[in-house]
């Protein structure tokens, strides 16, 4: 299975994500000084999802835009489809974008979700049954709908839906904004303000759309020179080293045991507030150390409308 | 009176010259102040710093064991030139830190401290007064010299920045690769460094084309020119609390046809 798409041609820092030659020179320039890359220990290798447009669906078989590739899938009885909650084929409708993760026994595809979307942030304002969300200065700021059967589920894990406090919520795309489906942690909410202390490198990961690139946004980018942190970002919930855009993570699904090398793309100042743990198999240490692109995160076995996974992270000292 | 207050400065330059000695010769500066000033490339000398440290110690062993004249004069004549020094540094690079007690003396130089090299002055001056070696006085001084002593180590101790620098090193110290590091100190401990005044003639621009951080390093590479060939020339600044080391690299400069990203391989 092709991947998808990787990290855009835009200059690198704060601003945009670091483009494939200041990567490649900062790969070298390491190791010419430093090294080569400290060999990871035994994994499973990822996954090969894929990301793209749906063109056409029938029971057998997903046919999607990529780029410029047109891909086909294989579809099973056993593919099980996510949109806004599980669903059936209908939901493979033409126009609506997909991430797909394919079986890890055998040929076919695994899981689909449709229109996945996610926001993370602190809220900025509450309507009647909309929030207004500021998800930090990398990203946007977004409009939740929240319908009242997702409203209910996730009052459950943000009982203070009220402005400053912190929200996490996996939903769909819509016209109007995300449409909330479920809460993206399954832990209580934090005060944004909330800073505690935390073992390093064993912790949570999560997913964040990215601006549609693969790569993870890190919480700890140094705010010095030209490595593409936020100057004015607050300490993170857990004491990472400090790194740069560009830098391979060693991700390890705690869970699964897969393991990929992921580039830093983006400054992760939004999931370093989060003290939060993950539940998927343990109960992981507290703090997000990596938010991955969606397809970075069904790579290595995650399922996005869960929203976190235990995780382990390398990174060279 | 006059000789219980002369007894009292020999111990206590006794004790001063003895903790300077010692700390200049276990806490070692670092990084050695970057800088043209004489003053500061003598710093910059390890050798000079040790000489000036048993100095020390064998002026404060020699003010414990004799009474010459000789000796008092050479200790007076010592924290003169130690208050020109500091007064010097005060003028002309108050952000190198005075290093009187090696190491521990990086805080930026002061009225403070102008003021207490000029009172030890004052002190060994006073001390010409006094009859009998720094070990007679202490068999035989009376309280009133303990006292004496014990409130100017007192404000000594309330003129130095040094107590509190030495009680951070025996603090948590946060590891190098989550320890915030200004760029200032990067550039410091780089532009004095071996490898920078090696390599600084074949930089074709002192400003690097990127600066970023992997851990306990943080890089900057240069472009630079050797012969004829178009280099980039890399250094790695450690971000350690002390004794932060210095690397370099010199790399071939890229070139634009070296092809799509070479993401790492998926582990095995």
Redesign the interface.
Known sequence: MPMSRRSGPSRGGAAGPPPARLIRSRRRHRQAVLGPFRAPGPALPPLRSCTGIILGADRHRLVLQSGTDEIRLELTPDTRVWYGGRTGLEALRPGREAIVRPRDDGPGVDRIWVDITRVTGTILSRGQDAIEVDAGPHRAHTQVLLPRQALERVLVRHPQLEPGHLIDVIGTRSPDGTLAARPGTAQPWHPAATVQAAGPLHGTATWSDLGHRRGAAYPAVDPEGDSGGCPDARAGCVALPYLSLGHDLIVRNSCTERAAAVPVVQCGCVAARFCDRCVECGTSPRGRLVELSPADYADLGGDLDTGCFNVTLEVSR | MIEIVSGAQVLFLTAVLLTACAAKLVVREEPAPAGDEWLLKLRRNRRLAVAVALAEGGLGLALLVSAHPAVRIAVAAWFAAATWVVGELLNRRPDAGCGCFGGLSTARVGRRGLLRAAGCTVAAIASLHASGDGLAIAAGAPAMTGLLVATELALLVMLSPELGALLDRYRAI??????????AE?YQTLHASSDWREHRSALRSTEPV????????????YPARIGDEEL?I???VS?EQRHRAV?????ES?TED?G?????????
């Open positions: 946060v590891p190098c690769e989550a320890r915030p590091s200004p760029l990067t990127d600066v970023w951080r992997e851990g306990c390093w943080r890089l900057l590479a980039e890399v250094f790695a971000t690397r370099v690299a010199l790399v890229e070296s799509p990203t070479p993401f790492r391989p998926v582990l095995a």
